[in-house]
């Protein structure tokens, strides 16, 4: 099993960033995803959930209106657009199979000027 996340960076205060996840390894399409994140710290907190076929999204109240998840199962990749960022959504985002234990590198978003 193979997550690679990407698409991580610096931005300021109000600005957007989108994140991808490639997926190797398991059967993309049959499982849930989800982004964490993990700021210094801190706990990894669940972020978004999106369903196996992308009927459903689930978000933290801290993002909500904010974020939005996505997938490709084509590609077997899944995206988070983030938006309206704030210094508070600094920290190392990871993308995850819902329910198995099975994480990548992660991606650092640093909001700051």
């Known amino acids: 099993v193979q997550l690679v996340e990407s698409g991580g960076g610096l931005v300021q205060p109000g600005g957007s960033l989108s994140l991808s996840c490639a997926v190797s390894?398991?059967?993309?399409?049959?499982?849930?995803m989800s982004w964490y994140r993990q700021a210094p710290e801190k706990e990894r907190e669940l972020v978004a959930t999106?369903?196996?076929?992308?009927?459903?999204?689930e978000y933290a109240d801290s993002v909500k209106g904010r974020f939005t998840i996505s997938r490709d199962n084509a590609k077997n990749t899944v995206y988070l657009q983030m938006r309206s960022l704030k210094p508070e959504d600094t920290a190392v985002y990871y993308c995850n199979p819902r329910g198995h234990d099975f994480w990548g590198q992660g991606t650092q978003v640093t909001v700051g000027s």
């Open positions: 999106i369903a196996s076929r992308g009927s459903s999204t």
């Open positions: 390894g398991f059967t993309f399409s049959n499982y849930a």
